[in-house]
């Protein structure tokens, strides 16, 4: 029951409750126990594996590399634009009682790492979907943090700690007289991007959630990596102070919450490295890292808003950068139709998404991709593409709210490839599963193999439970 409260079907009404508060209403309700776990039929029939053996072909962070270009190179994809057309669902695995599988797997040497919104880790071979081992966490792997923390791999004890926002100071009270202070915000919100050549890391900033605004926020910023020390700022919007219930100040104006939600991609254009960075405004930059982040161009590629522009991240390769947007809408509430279990909002069927593919020569458009309307239009159905994308060569793999996952070719963005996700599946585990919105982290490409999580019900997207693995179908494979 309480599980049900966390992470299942009821999370929508018991989010605002403190886990005190759900707790005190599962004991009410319910009866002492614990959860069976999994069925002894979904573990493999050896449980034994080693992670220096298999595939050298690895997908370990939030991109295969450091740089977070989220492009996987061909050797490791074991995938041509070609064989994408050919993609067909191998297994489905069930994460029982969750209504969200937000978590993006790892894969190292043939062994597939995923945790669950209930605090689930599983193990499994990523071939089959069979358990290796499960882990039970205290609750979901799942964060946001004003510090860049550097911690030793051996002990995990700290190296440095770096702040994005100067000391807090009083600003004054509020109408009550409860003391208030600032600033405060800047969180990031995404994994920080490793250039090893200039010994720094590159981090993108959230906005103040209170006044005064500061020089950091809605910015990228390098760090030196040994010492955490801020190298350099550039800020994109100034003077951003939102926050998700209300205006923090009613004296004050509110907004655009233009922030940076996904991670900045460190390219290469013939020998010289770019930075490219999404913002929720709908503009994506180019920076120079050898002249302190100078802009060397901007493209605008969506409407932006509070849920607008590119959230959770672009890709890119040797020619472009590759940038989804959301711009979802949100309707009036209509009388009589049910809404999604969490957030509430009527989404608008037909407006929202986008897929742009910028030159990373100059920030031109080489083709777009406009957005596919949904069919039917439903409740939690949208056209927004809020996740993350992915590229191999000659294909850019993007998700969108109405359950789709799409292969789009990096020449031209013909549409390759087209799986609707949002469907009941026959899982390895046994477990009942559907699919739903796809939003947050995207596609994981590895040894020929595409992972999609399914269902994100946050912000009146639908739910799911279900990750999905597809193979190539063809002589290669048989």
């Known amino acids: 029951m309480l599980h049900t409260l966390d992470f299942g079907v009821m999370m929508g009404i018991a989010y605002p409750l403190q886990r005190s508060q759900r707790e005190a209403v599962a004991r009410f309700l319910g009866v002492p126990g614990v959860e069976n776990g999994p069925s002894p ?72 790492f995923v945790g669950s919104a209930s605090g689930v880790i599983h193990a499994m071979n990523a ?94 910023l390098a760090l030196n990596l040994k010492s955490g020390q801020i190298v350099w700022t550039r800020q994109m919007t100034a003077g951003d102070v939102w926050s998700g219930g209300a205006c923090p100040d009613d004296n004050s104006p509110c907004g655009p919450d233009f922030d940076f939600g996904s991670s900045a991609l460190l390219l290469s254009l013939q020998g010289t490295d770019i930075l490219v960075a999404g913002q929720k405004s709908g503009v994506v930059y180019a920076l120079d890292p050898d002249a302190n982040g100078k802009i060397l161009w901007q493209a605008r590629v969506g409407r932006g808003g509070i849920t607008g522009g590119v959230q959770w991240g672009m890709a890119g390769d040797a020619d472009n950068v590759y940038a989804a947007v959301s711009d979802v809408v949100n309707l009036p509430e209509t009388p009589g139709v049910k809404q999604p279990l969490m957030g509430g909002q009527n989404l608008d069927p037909v407006q929202g998404g986008g897929l742009t593919a910028l030159r990373l020569s100059d920030g031109s458009k080489a083709w777009f991709a406009p957005s596919y309307p949904c069919s039917p239009p439903r409740a939690g159905c949208s056209p927004a593409q809020s ?75 639908a739910a799911g439970n279900v990750l999905l693995a597809f193979d190539v179908v063809d002589s290669r494979k048989e």
């Open 41 to 112: 039929a979904a573990f493999c029939s050896s449980r034994e594996f080693s992670l220096a053996a298999g595939s050298p072909a690895n997908w370990s962070g939030w991109s295969p590399s450091p740089a977070n270009t989220r492009f996987q190179p061909a050797v490791q994809a074991d995938l041509t634009a070609t064989q994408v057309r050919n993609l067909k669902l191998k297994w489905a695995f069930g994460f029982e009682g969750d209504i969200t599988p937000f978590a993006a797997p790892t894969v190292m040497a043939d062994v597939l």
């Open 127 to 220: 071939k089959t979907g069979c358990l290796y081992w499960t882990f039970q966490a205290d609750g979901p792997v799942r964060a946001a943090t004003l510090v860049v923390i550097a911690l030793r791999i051996s002990d995990g004890s700290v190296i440095w700690k770096s702040y994005t926002i100067p000391p807090l100071k009083k600003t004054g009270v509020n109408s009550v007289g409860t003391p208030q202070y600032g600033p405060s915000g800047a969180g990031i919100w995404s994994a920080p991007t490793i250039d090893s050549k200039r010994g720094v890391l590159y981090i993108t900033t959230g906005d103040n959630y209170s006044q005064p605004a500061s020089k950091t926020s809605d910015a990228v």
């Open 387 to 461: 996740a993350a994308v992915t590229a191999i060569a000659g294909a850019v793999f993007s998700g969108s709210l109405d359950g789709h996952i799409r292969a789009f070719s990096t020449a031209d963005g013909a549409l390759l490839w087209d799986f609707n996700t949002e469907t009941s599946f026959h899982t390895v585990n046994g477990v009942a599963a559907n699919g739903g919105s796809l939003d947050g982290a995207g596609p994981v490409i590895v040894d020929g193999m595409v992972y999609v999580n399914s269902g994100y019900p946050r912000f009146g997207g």
